[in-house]
């Protein structure tokens, strides 16, 4: 099994954010039945004050994750509002759970990340869809570093 490794800025197209980092780590059980999956961190700095801010949804080709966790270096993300020069953290993941080998029907259940096209037709390697003051936006994430993955005994 071969794993590529990169280093890149992420670039993203949106006057509310700048892309800190945006990196993918794979991680694989160390049993027959174990997980497997990719855990997703992306990190965003704010260029203006938003005053009420909610993260919908994050497209990574034609995956859509939408149980985000999104965390905040400055104040609990339960205000929902942004500062100028805030740096928030989202956190996501693809989950497989493997089913018995012998099992014929669904050898594998992916429990996040289902197969959806984008609202908009995008050319980076994420999309964030985001809504400030109840209209849509987005943030399109151009370049993703794939970090070393977790093989666990």
Not at 41 to 47: C, F, G, R, V
């Amino acid at each position: 099994m071969a794993f590529l490794f990169f280093v890149s800025p992420c670039c993203d197209k949106s006057d509310d954010f700048s892309c800190v980092k945006f990196e993918s780590r794979r991680f694989v059980g160390g049993t027959v039945r174990s997980p497997s999956g990719t855990n997703y961190i992306l990190e965003i700095e704010a260029n203006k004050n938003i005053p009420q801010i909610e993260f919908e949804a994050v497209w990574v080709g034609n995956r859509k994750f939408i149980q985000l966790e999104v965390l905040s270096d400055s104040r609990p993300w339960a205000e929902k509002k942004i500062k100028k020069g805030d740096v928030l953290t989202i956190l996501f993941k693809q989950l497989i759970l493997h089913s018995e080998p012998n099992e014929e029907a669904n050898p594998e259940v992916d429990l996040d990340g289902e197969i959806s096209d984008p609202p908009i037709q995008y050319s980076g390697n994420a999309l964030v869809q985001y809504s400030v003051k109840g209209k849509k936006k987005f943030l399109e994430v151009e370049n993703m570093t794939q970090v070393k993955p977790l093989l666990y005994p």
